[in-house]
C-alpha cells in the first residue's frame, strides 16, 4: 500500500470518528426530569445497546490518538475539548477521565524515557512537587466552581494554548551559560548521547526559581481542567530553563505522571470518574497513539498539525458557548 | 563407551571459551564473542567456527551469567528483536516525542547504526541470561544430557568447587551419542 | 563545565528503580484494568448502575450524579466491589497508585546514596499524592 493510501485511510478514519460524534449530540435526549431510587426498576430512555458508548468512545479517541501522534498536539490536550464539546457527558466526568487517560500514556513512556536517561528524575523530583501540590489545589478548585465558569475558563486556555502551539519556538541546545544557584546546589544537570554525532551533550538548566513559580501555574491548570499539560511543560523547560529539546520532552511527559496521578486521585475520590469512560478513551489513545508512530514514519502530512489545531479551536469556542449561552 | 565417559573428557575448556566481566559494555562483550567466533587474530574474514555464546563473570571470577546472539540483538535493536513490552515501550517513548511535535529528536527514528551505537552502551549485566543448570566434572556424560533437556538450555558451564572449569555443550553430547553409531557400524 | 565532569551518561541507580516500578505497576495495573472491565462489559458481575440508567446520569454534574444514584463517594467504592462497575475501581486505583510506589522505592537508595535533600522531596511527594490519594485534601461544594 502506498504512503498516500495510508494517510487517506486515516483521514476517512477521522471522517468517520466526525460523523459519529455528531450523531449522538443529535440524538441525545437532555433533562427529562426522572425519578430515581434504587439502582433498578427504571424505564430507561437511551435506545443505545450497551456496547454503544465504549465503542463509539474508543473509535473517537483512536483517531484523537493518531491525530494527536501525526499533528505534533499532546493527546492529553485534546481529550477534554473535544470530548466535552461534542459527547453529553458532564465536564466533571470528562475531567476524571481525561487525567487518566493523560496519566496512562505518561505512565506508558515513563519507563522506556528513564532508562534512556532521557526525562531527567533530578529535573523531575522538584518541579514535580511544586507541580503535582498545585495541581490538587487546582482540582478542588475546579470542582468548586459553577460548570458554566469552568467552560468559559477552559475556553479562553483553549484558545490561548492554540495560540501557544502556533507562535511557541523550540530551541534544541539551548545557551545555558551558567547555572543558577538553586539547580546548581540540588545538582540538576545531566548528560545525554545526541545520537546523530555520538557526541555527549552536557546540559544545565537556570532560572529555576522562575521555572518552579510557572509550575505552580500549570499545576493549579492541569488539575483544574483535566488536561495534560505538555504543551506548557515543554516550553519552560525548554526556553525558559534551557533545558535542551529532548530532554524537556521526555521529563514533560515523565512529570504528567506524576501531576496528573494527585489530580487524578481529587477526582475520583469525588466520583468524577466512571469506568465505562474510562477504558475505552484509555485503550483507544494508547492504541491510536502507537498507530500514529507507524504512520510518522511513512509520512507525516503537513496540513495535519493544522487540522488538530482548528478542531481544538472550535472546541474551545464551543466551550466558550456553553459557558456563557448554557 | 563414549557415554561412560565423564564431563571433563569432553567438556570446553575454559581457557578456550569467551569470557567477559558483567561490568563490561555489550560493545566489548560483541567484540569479544566476535573474536571467538570468527577465530581470527587478524583481519582475514570471519571462520564462522567458534563458540557461538560468551560467559559473563563477576569481578571475583564466578560465573554469572551467559549471552547468546539473540541475547545481543534484544538488546541492540529492541524496536525488532525485543519482547513485547521492548517494542511496546519503544512505540510509548516515541509517540511521547511526536506528541510535541519533536520526532526528529525521537533516537527511534534515528539511523540504525547511531541507535545500535548507543544501545551498546548498556552493561552486560543488565541483559544476560541466568545461568539454568550446571555440572560437574566427574559427573557422567548422562547426567550432563538429562541436565540440558530438563532445563532447556543447549550450554552447560561445568563448575569444579564452584570455580567455571569449562562448558559442555549440546554439539559435544550430540557427537558423543553418535560416536555410539559409528562404533555399531565396525 | 567542570562541574558536571562527575556524572555518567547512565541513568542513575533510583532513576533505573523508579523505571523498572513503574514499569510492573503499569502492567499489572493495566492487566487487571483490561480484566474488570471484561467483566463488567460482558456482564459477569452485575453493575450497580444498569449503564442505560448511567447514560442518563453522567449529563449532570457529579454532586447530583452521586445523589440520584446513591453512591458515596471517596473510598466506598471498595465496599462496593461485588458490582461490575465499581470492580473497575481496583485498575484504575492501581494506575493512579504506581507513582506513590515508585517515590515511596526509591527513598532507600536516594539515602544510601547520601542523597539526603533528594530522599526528603520523594518523601514530601509521596506524602502529598498518600493526602490526595487518601480523600483528606476533598475539597468543594
Redesign the interface.
Known sequence: MGKYAKIGICILLCLMGAALIISPAMAQDHGDGYEATAASALIPQDTHPWWFWPLLLFVVTFVMGILAVLGGVGGGVLFVPIISGFFPFHLDFVRGTGLLVALSGALAAGPGLLKANLASLRLAIPVALIASTCAIFGAMIGLALPTNIIQICLGVTILGICVLMLTAKKSEFPDVPESDPLSASLRIYGVYQEASTGRPIHWKVHRTPLGLALFVIIGVMAGMFGLGAGWANVPVLNLLMGAPLKISVATSKFLLSITDTSAAWIYMNKGCVIPLMVVPSLVGIMLGSFLGVRLLKIAKPGFIRWMVIGILAFAGLKALQKGIFG | MPLKQKVRDRMVPVADYATISQDATLKEAAMALRGSFCELSGAQSCTEAGHRTILAMDDKGRLTGILDFNSFLRALIPEVAGGLTARLSALGVSAAFAEQGAEEQDEARMGLSARVRKNAQVRVRDIMLKVRGTIEPDASLMDALKALFKNRITKLPVLENGKLAGVLRDTDLFMAVTDLLTEADE | ?E??ED??????P???L???V??KG??V??LI??I??AI??FGILD????????????????HE??T????Q???AWVGMLRYG??V??IG??M??????MCYIAIIPTLLRNNDK??AA??A??AL??I???S?L?????
Open positions: 563545565m562541574d558536571t556524572i555518567t551518561m547512565e541513568a542513575t533510583e532513576q533505573v523508579y523505571a523498572k513503574l514499569e503499569m502492567y495495573g493495566l484494568l483490561f474488570t472491565y463488567y462489559m453493575p450497580y448502575l444498569p449503564i442505560p440508567q448511567l447514560s442518563r446520569l453522567w449529563t449532570q454534574n457529579v450524579y452521586l440520584e444514584a446513591g453512591i463517594d471517596g473510598w462497575d465499581f473497575n475501581f484504575i486505583a494506575l493512579a497508585g504506581v507513582t506513590i535533600v533528594y522531596l520523594a514530601l511527594e502529598v499524592l493526602a490526595a490519594a480523600g485534601v476533598a475539597g468543594g461544594h
